[in-house]
């Protein structure tokens, strides 16, 4: 139990980020719409949705990202998961032929994309896990340069699919901010409520985990186990998160980073609602004062690469000073 | 002969080298001793133009550190330091042709490769002299830095702790080479050593260093004293003869 | 060592039969026989087209593998090149601004103000090393991968709001293809700058043994670091103006060639100089090939290659540490 003082504390955190979060919404929703207003409510209504979702995946796939490594620098951007996805999207493209493809029912498409991806990452990172875990180092350098393989691998497919269409192609079969894919909005939504259920299950489980291997075993978890159903969990969220919205690398590191730095407690029924929280206001209020305030549509993509950036090699440099 | 003049280096608010004055003769092996934290590898750093003083001048054979050109220095006083980690590839050789370098500027003559090959055959490493440094032990490793130093044939040489990660054979053989140098090829060798019994044997003169000053120099047989050191040290020491040498127990 | 002067002049050789072989692959149909008969086409293919790509290439090619290996002197470390620590995309940062401020300015004038740009971004990165212990060899990667994408947003972000994405995608994606008389003698540039390198080969080999081993040989550390910055950023800004970004060469050659010879730079830079020139021959041949009658930019074939020899050196060396 969390003394009177710290629970004081969460409680007023929780409450500032829901007033901001509704503040953000709202503002969403309404500022500077001409026209009619049901045409404006269900289109940005569709946007909103899309964003909360992918604020809700990357926060909390990041949180237990971090906590199975036991490293809060790493998240499964940095590590290479979307761009993972990405290339297995590509891939498909590759094998089906484009045409064929985009007569499939999206949602099964999607099923398939995600599931293909749980099944990529468990083996790879299990295999990276193996070999690079006593260096937090190596296994971040190697995760990015894995990410940067499967970038150049899923640009030379889409060479070869289009060489002359190549950037128009890249624009049409593949989400980002400025194409937000609203027609995966339904199974997303779905995808993303189960696994909330199994998250909230499994919280204490998380709460041990993050001791450590040998006090998790100590204490009757199966490490193992945990590990790889958490990063197929993982897996399920970074496919809604890319597939709506295209790859984000920093934001993950962004948002819990900054929950744990305002938090008093490190639990995850706290750290992870209130990331998400974050991440909502982030991305959405982001967004709001970007296209509304500034008119500069869809910047805020490469704005949160900046500031994540500087945020990863600040962690990076004060961890090693240490 | 190396002159030091009212040395000063201030880190922050702490005092590593305190007005230090000394005269070092020119010839002979002179060791440099004292606890962790004396200043040593400081005030070698400083003689060996790494690092400029707050305060105080250093001249070694009359010539200014600060004040003479870096490339003419480097044909007088060569300097080892401690710590010798190498990222880059290299053979024993490519080393040890590096301290050729102040004379000849990367443009080898024949004069050159023979100092090289003596410098090799001095410290043993003839066998492998092509093979890279990052295949070698640790000791073999540190006799090519040591032949790189030797091999840039200058009057001063300064080794700070050149005996880390050797073994008593590899240690007495470096410390005999030091002494070698300093008799027959008439050098001035100033080494800073942890180990006092290697200082009492091989050295003409020893100073002593405790919190950033000099406590004392002199002759090993001034030096190794039981009260003396164990004031040096806060460690009670004591001095037996063995032979011709002092050695002390502690 | 024995000496390598046999095995140098085969690779020599070597490269010399790519580059013939380079001046007949293409699109439209250059051989012996039709330079034979007089065909006044062909010859003019090889004259304007083909003969300047092939010496585009090998200029690029060795030029850029030098500039890797003096980086890595510069670093002391393994893992750095041009494209991984924020050089190359410091240098479109340059190219982007003079396009804008300046846009009618000569190709010469583009190079200059991209090579500042890339010797200020450069020292950056050499400046943030100052606070990464020199024993972590894999952090200093990292923070050069996390500088470029910090760099590399601020350039999206103005190349966005002006509307010159494409021109920016071509500066980070090297093409062989634009190369035409009159279009690349910039790069002769380049290749002067690798004979200078090879005069000053010792100082670098010196630098790249520590600063105190430089003092102590006699020579000016800032000075050597200050040489070896300008000639690895003029030689970036010149193969970034006219051919674009052309990654990982600096890192694989050098690393290749460290196995192969060790790191004393007067044996080792003719090497480096001859296998980037071959690779980077054996990569635009491969990229001309693959998707006739289209082409692969090399910058894509580089990318995944690169990537996995990346990989290769990082999981190689922790299985040797295992």
């Known amino acids: 139990m969390l003394p009177e003082v710290r629970r004081k504390r969460v409680r007023a955190i929780v409450a500032l980020l829901s007033v901001l979060t509704v503040i953000a919404m709202v503002a969403f929703m309404t500022l500077g719409a001409k026209g009619s207003w049901s045409f404006i409510l269900s289109f940005r209504g569709a946007k909103l949705a899309a964003l909360v979702l992918v604020a809700f995946s990357i926060a909390v796939s990041t949180v237990l990202f971090q906590t199975i490594m036991e490293n809060r620098i790493v998240t499964p951007s940095i590590m290479g998961f979307d761009a993972l ?54 296994l971040m350098l190697v995760g990015i340069v894995f990410g940067i393989l499967f970038r150049s691998l899923s640009s030379f497919l889409q060479r070869i699919l289009d060489p002359s269409e190549f950037l128009i192609l890249q624009d049409r079969m593949f989400a980002s901010f400025n194409a937000v894919d609203t027609s995966l909005l339904g199974i997303a939504g779905v995808v993303v409520a189960i696994v909330t ?107 949160i690469e900046f500031v994540g950036g500087l945020v990863f090699i600040l962690l990076v440099v004060r961890g090693a000073a240490r | 002969m190396i002159a030091v003049e009212k040395i000063t280096k201030t880190y922050g608010s702490s005092v590593v080298v305190d007005g230090v004055s000394i005269t070092l003769p020119k010839g002979g092996v002179t060791s440099i001793i004292g606890p962790n934290g004396a200043g040593k590898s400081t005030l070698l750093s400083m003689v060996g133009r790494f690092l400029s003083a707050d305060s105080g001048t250093i001249t070694v054979g009359g010539l200014d550190v600060t004040k003479t050109p870096s490339d003419e220095l480097a044909k007088r006083l060569a300097v080892l ?61 540190q006799r090519a830095f040591v032949a790189m130093v030797i091999c840039q044939d200058t009057e001063y040489v300064l ?92 | 060592m024995k000496s390598t002067l046999p095995a140098l002049l085969l690779a020599g050789f070597i490269l010399l039969v790519l580059a013939v072989a380079s001046l007949f692959v293409g699109v439209s149909d250059v051989s012996l026989s039709s330079l034979m008969s007089g065909d006044a086409k062909s010859l003019q293919v090889l004259l304007v087209s083909r003969a300047p790509r092939t010496a585009a290439l090998i200029l690029a090619g060795s030029s850029m593998a030098i500039a890797g290996m003096i980086m890595q002197m510069l670093a002391r470390n393994r893992f750095v090149e041009p494209s991984t620590i924020g050089t190359v995309e410091s240098a479109s940062l340059g190219i982007l601004a003079i396009t804008v401020l300046a846009p009618g300015a000569p190709v010469i004038a583009k190079m200059i103000t991209a090579s500042v740009f890339a010797m200020a971004g450069t020292a950056i990165f050499l400046r943030i090393l100052k606070f990464v212990p020199l024993r972590s060899v894999l952090l200093v990667p990292l923070v050069g991968i996390m500088l470029s994408g910090i760099i590399g947003a601020i350039t999206t972000f103005f190349a966005y709001r002006l509307d010159l994405l494409q021109s920016l995608g071509a500066w980070m994606t090297g093409d062989f293809s634009v190369v035409l008389k009159g279009r690349y003698e910039l790069l002769w540039i380049a290749g002067a700058l690798g004979i200078a390198a090879y005069i000053a ?87 001309r090939l693959i998707i006739r009658p289209y082409e692969m930019p090399i910058g894509a074939v580089m990318g995944v290659i690169g990537a996995f020899f990346f990989l290769y050196l990082l999981l190689r060396r922790t299985s040797r540490a295992a």
């Open chain 2, 81 to 141: 330091r401690q710590d010798n980690h190498l990222a880059v590839r290299l053979t024993v050789r490519d080393l040890v042709s590096f301290g050729r370098y102040p004379h000849s500027k990367g443009r080898y003559t024949v004069e050159d490769e023979r100092h090289v090959n003596e410098a090799i055959a001095m410290l043993g490493l003839s066998g492998l002299a092509d093979r890279f440094l990052d295949e070698l032990s640790g000791g073999q490793r």
């Open chain 1, 85 to 138: 996805y990405v290339l297995l999207q590509t891939v498909l493209v590759f094998a089906i032929g484009a045409g064929r493809l985009s007569a499939m029912d999206p949602f099964l498409l999607f099923l398939i994309e995600a599931g293909m991806l749980m099944l990529f990452s468990n083996l790879l990172y299990r295999w990276i896990l193996a070999g690079a875990a006593r260096s937090p180092h190596l």
């Open chain 3, 201 to 287: 080969a010792d100082r670098f080999t010196v630098a790249g043994l520590g600063q105190h081993f430089t003092t102590n040989l006699g020579l000016n550390y800032r000075r050597v670091m200050l040489l070896g910055l300008t000639i690895v950023s003029l030689v970036t800004a010149s193969v970034v103006v006219t051919v674009g970004s052309v990654p990982f060469l600096g890192l694989i050659i050098p690393n290749v060639v460290a196995m192969m010879v060790g790191d004393n730079m007067r044996r080792s830079l003719p090497w480096v100089a001859i296998l980037g020139a071959g690779f980077v021959l054996v990569c635009d041949i491969f990229g």
């Open chain 1, 197 to 303: 259920v199994i998250i909230l299950r499994m919280l204490p489980v998380f709460d041990v985990v993050a001791l450590g291997r040998n006090h998790a075993t100590a204490l009757g978890v199966d490490h193992n186990r945990t590990i790889m159903f958490t990063l197929a969990l993982i897996s399920v969220l970074i496919a809604v998160s890319t597939a709506l919205v295209g790859p984000v690398t920093f934001f993950g590191l962004l948002v819990a980073n900054l929950a744990y730095l305002i938090l008093p407690t490190s639990r995850h029924a706290v750290v992870l609602p209130v990331a998400t929280l974050i991440a909502v206001v982030t991305l959405v209020g982001g967004q709001v004062i970007l296209e509304r305030v500034f008119a500069f549509d869809t910047a805020l993509s490469i704005i």
């Open chain 2, 159 to 250: 080794l700070d702790e050149p005996l880390n990660n050797l073994d008593i054979k590899h240690a007495v053989e470096i410390m005999r080479l030091v002494q070698q140098a300093a008799r027959r090829l008439n050098k001035t060798m100033v080494v800073v050593l942890h180990d006092i019994n290697m200082a009492s044997t091989f050295s003409d003169v020893i100073v002593a260093m405790k919190n950033g000053q000099i406590v004392a120099s002199g002759s090993p047989a001034e030096i190794i004293q039981p009260d003396l050191l164990s004031q040096i040290y806060e460690t009670e020491i004591k001095v037996v003869p063995v032979g011709s040498r002092l050695v002390a127990i502690y």
